[in-house]
């Protein structure tokens, strides 16, 4: 049933809060350009773009883990009451595994960077020198698992953003809503 979005309801105390809303579109946006530059960077080659790329994930490492310390003291919103219990479970879970990749690709990344024995510079975007894990092992295994979850990544990203268009366009809830910037769309 089609029924208007009800903005009094974001406003009622239902949206995330500021720092939330920071962090979801700074990380977004970050992992967006970086899951871009991983995935296309044979085809861009010729362009230095590796190096942008590892400061871009080392930056989303230490974002998401301040990220998650905020969200495991800052309990999410409510979900509207009439989200059906799998919709729940599975939005669950895909938060979940996002938190967890968002953790586990720079980790990977910065593990197989650091054991190669031909090591390449590793600065953040040039500024500061960052330093190599202590690791000389296990550089093949991590090199695999940051392009099997890189792909991972990239469906999960695309399964929430077109549940978050769903909700936003064929059940006209709240739920996207709550987590744009105040303002925004309404
Ligand atoms: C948000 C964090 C990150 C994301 C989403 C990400 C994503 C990706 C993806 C999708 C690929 C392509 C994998 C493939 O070949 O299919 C890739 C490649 C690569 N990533 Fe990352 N990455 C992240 C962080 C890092 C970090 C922190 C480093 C190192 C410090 C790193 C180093 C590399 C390198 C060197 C490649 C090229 C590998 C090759 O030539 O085979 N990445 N990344």
């Known amino acids: ?98 938190y967890a990749l968002m953790i586990l690709m720079p980790l990977t990344g910065w593990w197989f960077a650091s054991a190669a024995v031909k090591k390449y510079p590793l600065d953040w975007f040039g500024l500061f020198p960052i330093p190599y894990l202590p690791v000389t092992r296990g550089g093949d295994l991590t090199h695999s698992a940051h392009e099997v979850l890189g792909w991972t990544m990239l469906a999960l990203v695309a399964l929430h953003v077109a549940a978050a268009l769903k909700h936003h366009f064929i059940d006209r809830d709240t739920v996207l809503l709550r987590i744009m910037p105040a303002g925004s769309g309404r």
């Open 1 to 98: 049933m089609r029924r208007p979005i009800d903005s009094a309801h974001v406003d009622g105390g239902r949206r995330y809060s500021r720092v939330a809303i920071a962090f979801h579109w700074t990380i977004a946006l970050l992992v967006i350009v970086n899951l871009g530059i991983g995935l296309l960077h044979e085809q861009l080659e010729g362009i230095q773009l590796i190096p942008v790329h590892k400061s871009i994930g080392i930056t989303v490492l230490f974002l998401s883990i301040a990220r998650l310390a905020w969200r495991l003291t800052h309990p999410a919103p409510a979900l509207p009451a009439d989200v059906p219990g799998w919709q729940r479970a599975v939005s669950g879970i895909t938060h979940m595994a996002l």
